[in-house]
């Protein structure tokens, strides 16, 4: 009975904690990345009965780009309401319920209820893992099913035949479902075989692939029915640099050397970053001793305290190895955003790290018998509140004068064009969110007869010049505009910054360019 109640009494802590830190940090407007926007599109055109298809033509042709499994998530809410404001609070409630099975998992390996609480705590006072859960993201709802499936695996009964268990088929239907819902989550099935080749389950090994393999199929036949390639994210290996196509793709020795220099990132720069409070980085920066001697002593502990969850330390030891062996492949530049789903993992290592070292510390010592989780409580509270307030203050201020430009001309063409109208934009998911009309990006390449040409194709009507501080702007769509100043002519200019919609003369383009 004793028990029970103080089980209770950590949960409520943890929802206690969650209100307050979410209520704190959370952004109503909706985030400027453009990925939110498209995961929201995908969601309108399945609940508008469209399929898995993009929008912002008016043809609903399928579509790849992101996988499915948040957009599917946010369906049922995009049913009944188009406000962000519901997806953003499912994307907390996300957050807290990995935070709740964490701490259940880690109570199931014989920890201490109150290691298991400060441990499932730090995640909710985690500025990056906040930040991600106040906007449409999928990296919260990877988190909470990665989690959930680390608690089905913990529950397969090894006396029985796995065959017999539903937990393991469970186990394999929630691991694919992370994959669906990012590519990243692929890391969690290689994790998992891991598992099991090190326990020496080769039988549930064998099995386990098998099963994953047969639930990725129907999207992967569904692309090839629908004709198309591979997933971007394939494309984007082999480039140079995703954003600037035009410097075209690296060799395998080149490919080598980026993914150990991202990978050295990942451990000297992004995971202190990310877990350590007051710990800053320059990620553009070499890296230091200082900062090689911190990534030591931090991995030792994490080490230290993964070694504590007995036989399921292999799966934590591999998710986190696969998940940067993964972001290394890429070539678009992470800093720590691609770690947010896996801190979670991470802090749990440090902090029962810690534990044990110190507790260890204060046995030898005869300071007292033993050292209480609970004292990380307030370390944690007191570190973590500078951050928060930032976050805090950064999602509370308005959009910067460059984006409220950008949006107005997309509430001016929704009120005033018609809504076949063809916009063309550098970030035309965020412009079609206020537009509300069809949208299309320009071709990045400094001919600009191929760029105009591409407006061609694309049937664009209009064309926003903006200054929103991406580069291709400047690099491509202005040089074009400034070489044939005929084919644009200014329709609407908003000043500080100027930005400006411009109306793009579709048929004289056709005799000029052709």
Same mark, same amino acid.
């Given at each position: 009975?004793?028990?029970?109640?103080?089980?209770?009494?950590?949960?409520?802590?943890?929802?206690?904690?969650?209100?307050?830190?979410?209520?704190?940090?959370?952004?109503?407007?909706?985030?400027?990345?453009?990925?939110?926007?498209?995961?929201?599109?995908?969601?309108?055109?399945?609940?508008?009965?469209?399929?898995?298809?993009?929008? &912002?033509?008016?043809?609903?042709? #399928?579509?790849?780009?992101?996988?499915?499994?948040? #957009?599917?998530?946010?369906?049922?809410?995009?049913?009944?309401?188009?406000? !962000?404001?519901?997806?953003?609070?499912?994307?907390?409630? =996300?957050?807290?319920?990995?935070?709740?099975?964490?701490?259940?998992?880690?109570?199931?390996?014989?920890?201490?209820? +109150?290691?298991?609480?400060?441990?499932?705590?730090?995640?909710?006072?985690?500025?990056?893992?906040?930040?991600?859960?106040?906007?449409?993201?999928?990296?919260?709802?990877?988190? !909470?099913?990665?989690?959930?499936?680390?608690?089905?695996?913990?529950?397969?009964?090894?006396?029985?035949?796995?065959?017999?268990?539903?937990?393991?088929?469970? &186990?394999?239907?929630?691991?694919? =479902?992370?994959?669906?819902? @990012?590519?990243?989550?692929?890391?969690?099935? *290689?994790?998992?075989?891991?598992?099991?080749?090190?326990?020496? +389950?080769?039988?549930?090994?064998?099995? !386990?692939?098998?099963?994953?393999?047969?639930?990725?199929?129907?999207?992967?036949?569904?692309?090839?029915?629908?004709?198309?390639?591979?997933?971007?994210?394939?494309?984007?290996?082999?480039?140079?640099?995703?954003?600037?196509?035009?410097?075209?793709?690296?060799?395998?020795?080149?490919?080598?050397?980026?993914?150990?220099?991202? =990978?050295?990132?990942?451990?000297?720069?992004?995971?202190?970053?990310?877990?350590?409070?007051?710990?800053?980085?320059?990620?553009?920066?070499?890296?230091?001793?200082?900062?090689?001697?911190?990534?030591?002593?931090?991995? %030792?502990?994490?080490?230290?305290?993964?070694?504590?969850?007995?036989?399921?330390?292999?799966? =934590?030891?591999?998710?986190?190895?696969?998940? !940067?062996?993964?972001?290394?492949?890429?070539? &678009?530049?992470?800093?720590?955003?691609?770690?947010?789903?896996?801190?979670?993992?991470?802090?749990?290592?440090?902090?029962?790290?810690?534990?044990?070292?110190?507790?260890?510390?204060?046995? @030898?010592?005869?300071? %007292?018998?033993?050292?209480? #989780?609970?004292?990380? *409580?307030?370390?944690?509270?007191?570190?973590?509140?500078?951050?928060?307030?930032?976050?805090?203050? +950064?999602?509370?201020?308005?959009?910067?004068?460059?984006?409220?430009?950008?949006?107005?001309?997309?509430?001016?063409?929704? @009120?005033?064009?018609?809504?076949?109208?063809?916009?063309?934009?550098?970030?035309?998911?965020?412009?079609?969110?206020?537009?509300?009309?069809?949208?299309?990006?320009?071709?990045?390449?400094?001919?600009?007869?191929?760029?105009?040409?591409?407006?061609? +194709? %694309?049937?664009?009507?209009?064309?926003?010049?903006?200054?929103?501080?991406?580069?291709? &702007?400047?690099?491509?769509?202005?040089?074009?505009? @400034?070489?044939?100043?005929?084919?644009?002519?200014?329709?609407?200019?908003?000043?500080?910054?100027?930005?400006?919609?411009?109306?793009?003369?579709?048929?004289?383009?056709?005799?000029?360019?052709?």
């Amino acid at each position: 009975m004793a028990s029970i109640k103080s089980t209770g009494l950590y949960i409520a802590g943890l929802v206690i904690l969650f209100i307050l830190s979410f209520t704190c940090i959370f952004n109503e407007k909706i985030d400027l990345n453009g990925d939110n926007c498209d995961y929201y599109m995908l969601a309108t055109s399945l609940a508008g009965g469209h399929g898995y298809s993009e929008i &912002t033509s008016g043809d609903y042709n #399928p579509v790849n780009s992101f996988p499915p499994g948040y #957009p599917l998530l946010m369906t049922p809410i995009r049913m009944f309401t188009a406000s !962000f404001v519901p997806q953003k609070i499912l994307n907390g409630l =996300f957050l807290l319920g990995a935070a709740i099975l964490l701490f259940f998992f880690i109570r199931k390996n014989r920890l201490p209820g +109150q290691m298991a609480f400060i441990a499932s705590a730090a995640m909710l006072v985690n500025d990056q893992a906040l930040h991600f859960a106040t906007m449409m993201m999928s990296e919260m709802s990877l988190l !909470f099913f990665s989690i959930l499936t680390l608690c089905l695996l913990s529950k397969i009964d090894d006396r029985k035949p796995f065959w017999k268990d539903g937990y393991f088929y469970l &186990t394999i239907l929630t691991t694919a =479902f992370c994959y669906h819902i @990012r590519t990243q989550g692929i890391a969690l099935a *290689a994790a998992i075989i891991g598992f099991f080749l090190f326990t020496k +389950q080769w039988k549930q090994m064998l099995a !386990f692939a098998g099963g994953f393999i047969v639930c990725l199929l129907p999207w992967i036949i569904r692309n090839k029915l629908t004709g198309m390639g591979q997933s971007r994210y394939l494309d984007a290996i082999m480039m140079s640099n995703a954003w600037r196509p035009d410097e075209g793709t690296l060799g395998v020795g080149e490919l080598i050397s980026r993914f150990f220099n991202t =990978f050295r990132m990942l451990l000297t720069k992004a995971v202190p970053n990310s877990i350590l409070p007051y710990f800053n980085v320059e990620y553009g920066s070499a890296t230091t001793w200082g900062e090689w001697g911190i990534a030591i002593l931090l991995f %030792a502990l994490i080490g230290i305290g993964l070694w504590q969850l007995g036989k399921y330390r292999y799966v =934590f030891l591999f998710y986190i190895l696969a998940t !940067f062996s993964v972001i290394s492949i890429f070539s &678009t530049p992470s800093e720590n955003r691609y770690i947010t789903s896996l801190l979670p993992f991470i802090e749990v290592g440090m902090l029962i790290g810690l534990f044990v070292v110190l507790s260890a510390g204060v046995q @030898r010592l005869k300071i %007292a018998q033993s050292f209480s #989780p609970l004292l990380f *409580a307030f370390l944690f509270l007191c570190c973590s509140y500078p951050r928060l307030e930032t976050l805090r203050k +950064q999602n509370k201020a308005p959009f910067p004068p460059a984006y409220r430009n950008f949006f107005s001309i997309g509430e001016t063409v929704r @009120r005033e064009l018609p809504s076949n109208t063809v916009v063309c934009s550098r970030k035309p998911n965020l412009f079609y969110m206020y537009g509300k009309t069809p949208v299309c990006n320009y071709t990045w390449t400094e001919d600009d007869k191929a760029l105009i040409e591409g407006l061609i +194709q %694309a049937k664009a009507d209009y064309v926003v010049l903006e200054q929103l501080g991406y580069s291709s &702007t400047p690099l491509y769509l202005y040089p074009a505009i @400034r070489k044939h100043p005929d084919l644009f002519e200014t329709v609407l200019h908003l000043p500080n910054p100027d930005t400006y919609l411009l109306k793009f003369n579709r048929e004289k383009a056709k005799e000029k360019i052709h």
